[in-house]
């Protein structure tokens, strides 16, 4: 995301100072502060976890009048840090529960540059360091793993593909979807791609919570980390969303998804659909209506309202009495749900020569396509702008904007009609057109298929000359276009795909009695579903 403001994804994942490509800090366990107040009831201690990985910080609260019933291991979000989660280890070990809290890599107390990793595959082998401590630590106890946030995914994704054999998953405004334009994933994969240490990545504390002063208490923690991050991060979590829609039915853990229906990071809309794909059949989905993202800390009582209701599902687990909860209404719509929506957009230079000998026409162009629509079939409305300036027997410049069109999108594929109007010529703006295209698109294998087919006709022309035939008996102009976009386009949250890459085609041109045949390459950033 881009610090602040342009690409919501990123703070919508919650994803979060020198200049694009430098080195982030790696100040280590940067903060000593006090231990918890020791209590007769509560053993605390604090530990480095090392091995292949940076070192992590992991704290723990455990009962002391009995053996704990089971074990909770939090895994906080990005900018955060396991410290604040005392209050509810606090209570969860009054109920008998051991809880453990690391800080992730480049969080809070824990070594590594600030909120960066090179893949999720390393948050997933960090948390199976602290895993090994917990399990050694407590034999034969049941263990729960809570995650939030970012840390929701990467919990996800470990009883997904590392540890099938957990007691159960705790998701709180997990970011396994987010209230974003797709397009957004194929742009930060690309920057990513060109530059990883780029800093587009945001933490967004003003929508972090409904309590209006956590903005400033998150700021004023020297444990939060508030610039941006590199785009390797957000990129990393892209991978883990995409990884765990790939399969969800693998995941066979019991689960408990808990999310706000005005969460504006992470969309509820994926904790919904988690639930219902999952593969288990011990699974749970809360909605709070009103509560944002910060979940556990809401104000008002309904953080510990949050909390009591953990503690219940948990205890149903531990040999406590079962549960029921209210049932959210499915067919309501949330954020996240990857409506139909389409965004395209694409740069290329062309170079065409006439087939029957002349001059080289050269031009550079810009393609903007914009969809609306509705889910299910994904039939709805089409249009966007065409910008081209070049070079043949002198400069040219030709716009058309297709105000009208229908386009049918489904996985990724699209079949669509166009029209509008347009202004162009060789010398500035002096023809009026009516241009008409059809568009196909079609992700195959790792390619992208684009083909277009178009007929313009002249309305006002002072250049035109007036005994020229129209090349199709029915048009002035005829073109087409035939390429392959290089990249896979990958499916995220929902239907939701995105993709972006190189592209080369052939062109054709045929107006009056010339025709030009050529190439153009270029790129394309495109999502949609």
């Known amino acids: 995301m881009l610090h602040r403001r342009a690409l919501t994804l990123v703070p919508t994942l919650a994803l979060a100072a020198t200049a694009c490509g430098g080195r982030l800090p790696d100040p280590g366990r940067r903060l000593r502060g006090p231990a918890p107040a020791a209590t ?20 723990a609260w455990r009962p002391t009048a009995a053996p704990p019933r089971g ?11 396991g410290a604040r989660y005392g209050d509810l280890a606090r209570r969860l070990v009054d109920a008998g529960y051991a809880v453990w809290a690391l800080d992730m890599r480049g969080h809070g107390r824990s070594a590594g540059p600030r909120v960066s990793s090179p893949s999720i595959d390393a948050y997933l082998d960090d948390l199976d360091r602290v895993m090994a401590v917990v399990r050694a630590a407590e ?20 009883g997904l593909e590392r540890d099938a054999t957990l007691a159960g998953l705790v998701l709180s ?85 808990l999310h706000g229906t005005a969460d504006r990071l992470t969309g509820p809309a994926g904790s919904r659909d988690l639930v219902r794909r999952a593969g288990g059949d011990d699974r749970t989905l809360r909605l709070y209506p009103g ?16 909390a009591g209701e953990v503690r219940a599902w948990l205890d149903a687990r531990t040999g406590g009495p079962a549960v029921a909860f209210a049932s959210p209404d499915p067919s309501a719509p949330l954020a996240g749900d990857g409506r139909a929506h389409a965004l395209a957009i694409e740069l290329d230079a062309r170079g065409a020569a006439p087939t029957e000998g002349g001059a080289i026409a050269a031009s550079g162009g810009l393609r903007v396509r914009a969809g609306l629509g509705r889910s299910g079939p994904g039939l709805g409305y089409l249009g966007g702008l065409d910008l081209r300036a070049g070079y043949e027997d002198g400069g040219t410049v030709d716009l058309d904007l297709h105000a009208l069109g229908l386009a049918l999108r489904r996985g990724g594929a699209l079949v669509a009609v166009t029209g509008g109007v347009g202004l162009g010529g060789p010398r500035g703006l002096t023809t009026v057109d009516l241009p008409v295209e059809v568009t196909v698109e079609a992700p195959v294998g790792g390619v992208r298929v684009l083909a277009r ?19 199709t008996g029915l048009a002035d102009q005829a073109q087409a276009f035939l390429g392959l976009r290089l990249g896979r386009d990958r499916r995220y949250w929902g239907a939701v795909r995105a993709g972006a890459g190189p592209f080369v085609g052939l062109t054709y041109q045929a107006s009056g009695e010339a025709t030009w045949l050529g190439l153009a390459i270029g790129a394309q950033l495109w999502g949609g579903r």
């Open 71 to 81: 074990v909770l291991v939090i895994h906080h979000g990005l900018a955060d840090h």
């Open 291 to 306: 509560l944002a993202h910060d979940l556990l800390h809401e104000p008002g009582g309904a953080g510990a309202t949050v």
């Open 139 to 158: 034999p034969g106890r049941p263990v729960f793993l809570l995650g939030h946030s970012l840390g929701g995914l990467i919990a996800t994704l470990y």
């Open 453 to 471: 087919a178009g007929l313009t006709w002249h309305l006002t022309d002072v250049d035109a000359d007036a005994d020229a035939e129209p090349v």
């Open 40 to 59: 007769a009831a509560i053993a605390w201690h604090e530990q480095a976890v090392a091995g292949d990985g940076p070192a992590l910080y992991l704290q």
């Open 173 to 257: 405004a997990p970011a396994l979807a987010f209230p974003a334009p797709p397009l957004e994933a194929a742009l930060i994969r690309t920057i990513a791609g060109v530059s990883p240490d780029a800093r587009i990545l945001a933490t967004p504390h003003g929508n972090f919570s409904s309590d209006p002063t956590m903005a400033a208490q998150l700021d004023a923690d020297p444990l939060v980390y508030a610039p941006p991050g590199p785009a390797r991060t957000a990129r990393a979590a892209l991978d883990g969303v995409a990884r765990v829609w790939a399969r969800p039915h693998a995941l066979t853990v019991p689960l408990l998804a």
